[in-house]
Nanobody, 123 residues
Framework: QVQLVESGGGLVQAGGSLRLSCAASGRTLSRIAMGWFRQAPGKEREFVAAITWSGGIPYYTDSVKGRFTISRDNAKNTVYLQMNSLKLEDTALYYC????????????????WGQGTQVTVSS
């Protein structure tokens, strides 16, 4: 079975940058897309970005377009989320997830999840 491990979270000032990593292990042949979600206390988990595994086609939620970039390294079975121009509202626990179908933006579209990595943006 697939296991996902996130890393790279931390504390940054507004306007700063972080790069999150998600390393996948196990059987990944049936995994079509890898995505990032985030959840702040008291709020629902929301879609951030995803990328198709084979084609490397990214897609994003509107609030992060132009600031975040998702990419993947097939040789390392790793997906990255480069976050620039961070804002206070980006503060959340960020989860990596994988889906057996492409273009998903809902939590139900993803069936395997990592444990999350905390991103905190301060002023």
């Amino acid at each position: 079975q697939v296991q996902l491990v996130e890393s790279g979270g931390g504390l940054v000032q507004a306007g700063g940058s972080l790069r999150l990593s998600c390393a996948a292990s196990g059987r990944t042949l049936s995994r079509i897309a890898m995505g990032w979600f985030r959840q702040a206390p008291g709020k629902e988990r929301e879609f951030v970005a995803a990328i198709t595994w084979s084609g490397g086609i990214p897609y994003y939620t509107d609030s992060v377009k132009g600031r975040f970039t998702i990419s993947r390294d097939n040789a390392k079975n790793t997906v990255y989320l480069q976050m620039n121009s961070l804002k206070l509202e980006d503060t959340a626990l960020y989860y990596c997830a994988t889906s057996g179908r492409p273009w998903g933006r809902a939590t139900d579209d993803y069936d395997l999840w990592g444990q999350g990595t905390q991103v905190t943006v301060s002023s």
